[in-house]
């Protein structure tokens, strides 16, 4: 399995507050990504990165901020949760961009803020 | 990237090989058929992908029909930690990151 480490896996936390998740890979790679996963929407991507301090914007960015200060870290922020975020976030990493790479994931983060 | 049709739920026999299909009549010539599966509470898990040719490995074969309009992910002796919901993706295959697009899958059932 790819060494993919998201934390914590687990977090209830009130509207309004700060929230950050890590990832953490073993790889290597490149490229790293920020996905939720909710009932009868999928995996929607939130943000990717494509090497040290270099992001950009997924299909559902509103909300979410990201920082990559290491290869091996990539870090999302909610910066004042919403209900709406309430969700399952999973974590991914490419060692490039190419769509012939697969992306490996972790095995997520529960989020509820009430 | 093109849209993809599995059937919803599948059973199959423990110790039998499991074919799950895939139709992907809109694909382009660069989009790669890609296939991943979900356990419950854990992570997609990717499986394997093609472009053309039938491709295996320790874990399963995919084959691709000639026109590619389709495809079957062969896993050749299913065990009950197989029981899964299996996505078919089709990705474009050149250009820059992009996400993977998970539809509803096939929940396959292994029967003990």
């Known amino acids: 399995d790819a060494g993919i480490t998201q934390s914590p896996r687990h977090k209830v936390t009130e509207t309004g507050t700060p929230v950050t998740l890590r990832c953490h890979q073993t790889e290597n790679h490149r490229y790293m990504y920020w996905y939720r996963q909710d009932p009868g929407h999928g995996l929607r991507l939130i943000h990717y990165?494509?090497?040290?301090?270099?992001?950009d914007k997924g299909e559902v960015s509103d909300g979410y901020s990201v920082s990559r200060s290491k290869t091996e870290d990539f870090l999302l922020t909610l910066e004042s949760a919403t209900s709406s975020q309430t969700s399952v976030y999973f974590c991914?990493?490419?060692?490039?961009?190419?769509?012939?790479?697969?992306?490996?994931f972790g095995d997520g983060t529960r989020l509820s803020i009430l | 990237d093109a849209k993809t049709t599995q059937p919803p739920s599948m059973d199959c026999a423990e110790g039998r090989a499991a074919n799950l299909p895939c139709n992907h009549s809109?694909?382009?010539?660069?989009?790669?058929v890609y296939w991943y599966r979900q356990i419950h509470s854990q992570g997609p898990q990717y499986i394997i992908h093609?472009?053309?040719n039938n491709e295996t490995n320790e874990m399963a074969s995919l084959i691709i029909t000639e026109d590619r309009k389709s495809s079957t992910l062969i896993l050749p002796h299913a065990t009950l930690r197989d029981t899964a919901v299996y996505y078919c993706i089709v990705r474009v295959g050149s250009g820059s990151a992009r996400q993977l697009t998970f539809g509803s899958g096939t929940q396959l059932t292994v029967l003990p």
């Open positions: 809109t694909i382009s010539g660069n989009e790669y």
């Open positions: 991914a990493i490419s060692d490039t961009g190419r769509s012939n790479q697969p992306q490996h």
């Open positions: 990165s494509y090497g040290v301090k270099d992001t």
């Open positions: 093609g472009l053309k």
